[in-house]
């Protein structure tokens, strides 16, 4: 009878207990995506809406493809600032191409460029060790030059009903570049989350050194994760072009930030190792929905600029507080 007083005792001792502090944790973006969906709700009955969805599924889908590449790069404790340059250009080789070569053909080219500026940025962050900081805004720089010397800054117009493709509705309501996003965002938390190529950028991102001596080529993975990069951006390019119908050498301007602050908001470390795509897609929609919600009170784009750069530093704070926590647990 004492052991089973005992047994009962220790069962007593060990039952689990509801944590707030973890559950905060673990879903404060999705508390805080509830909030503003409420707040949007409230302002407006057509707010919480299976079209208003649809609609931001669309308006969201060019920095959602770029996030998802922007996660993979983070991940391995990097950064591309060069994204918009690369959508910029990729939609200008796109546009220009397609009386030459047809539409497929030149989507095809504008990827290829978005990869080969993708590999370069790897290339001369792991080769010749400049901070990726460094040589992405080089980059930047570079394939806005280009997109804009293509065309000597001139936008290219008339561009056939096969390359609107991107930029049309399925069933008069579904927008086909947002199942481009959400497709793409599933392959990629597939891809993260189980396969070896996954494991690997995580644990380069965690620690560099003792991937390398366990085995795992960093330099090589680091390039796949800008390669990435740069294809998205391509894609997202193409997007964008195919939806406004025209090849503008100047789109994706300052894209590159809320790519990053996308990325950040959906829980991923900019120290590397910690996050995932998954997160990346709720960090984007909620973009959206503030920017929304900022509309429907006639607020200015000056402060949503503000509110975007306090959300992204309360984001890494917090993103500190649960690596800090999760250390001090293992």
Not at 237 to 251: D, E, F, H, N, R
Not at 304 to 317: D, P
Request: proline share 3%; glycine share 10%; with cysteine.
């Amino acid at each position: 009878m004492e052991h089973i007083r005992e047994a009962g005792t220790t069962a007593k001792k060990t039952a689990p207990s509801f944590d707030l502090g973890k559950f905060l944790r673990k879903y404060n973006l999705f508390l805080l995506l509830a909030v503003f969906v409420a707040i949007g709700s409230a302002l407006s009955p057509k707010f919480f809406s299976v079209q208003n969805f649809l609609n931001l599924l669309q308006q969201s889908a060019v920095v959602g493809i770029i996030s998802i590449g922007m996660t993979f790069v983070i991940i391995v404790a990097g950064i591309d600032l060069s994204v918009g340059s690369v959508l910029a250009l990729a939609g200008m080789v796109t546009a220009l191409a397609i009386p030459y070569t047809g539409v497929f053909v030149a989507i095809l080219l504008g990827i290829v460029a978005g990869v080969a500026m993708g590999f370069i940025n790897g290339w001369v962050t792991t080769k010749l060790k400049v901070p990726a900081f460094i040589a992405t805004m080089a980059m930047m720089v570079a394939a806005r030059g280009l997109a804009l010397l293509f065309t000597d800054g001139k936008p290219v117009y008339n561009l056939p009903p096969a390359m609107r493709f991107f930029g049309q509705n399925l069933f008069d309501r579904i927008p086909v570049s947002g199942i481009v996003w959400i497709v793409l965002t599933i392959l990629a938390v597939l891809v993260l989350r189980y396969t070896t190529f996954g494991r690997k950028l995580y644990a380069i991102g965690g620690n560099p050194q003792s991937a390398h001596l366990s085995g795992i080529e960093v330099n090589r993975y680091i390039t796949y994760t800008y390669v990435i990069c740069g294809a998205l951006s391509a894609l997202a390019g193409i997007v964008l072009a195919s939806w406004l119908t025209v090849g503008q050498p100047t789109a994706g301007k300052s894209i590159e930030l809320d790519a990053i602050a996308a990325v950040v908001l959906g829980g991923t470390s900019l120290f590397g190792g910690v996050g995932g795509v998954g997160g990346t897609f709720v960090g984007v929609l909620l973009m959206s929905i503030i920017t929304n919600i900022f509309n429907l009170l006639g607020l200015s784009s000056y402060y949503q600029s503000i509110f975007m750069g306090v959300i992204i530093v309360l984001a890494l704070v917090l993103n500190r507080f649960v690596i800090s926590k999760q250390t001090k647990k293992a």
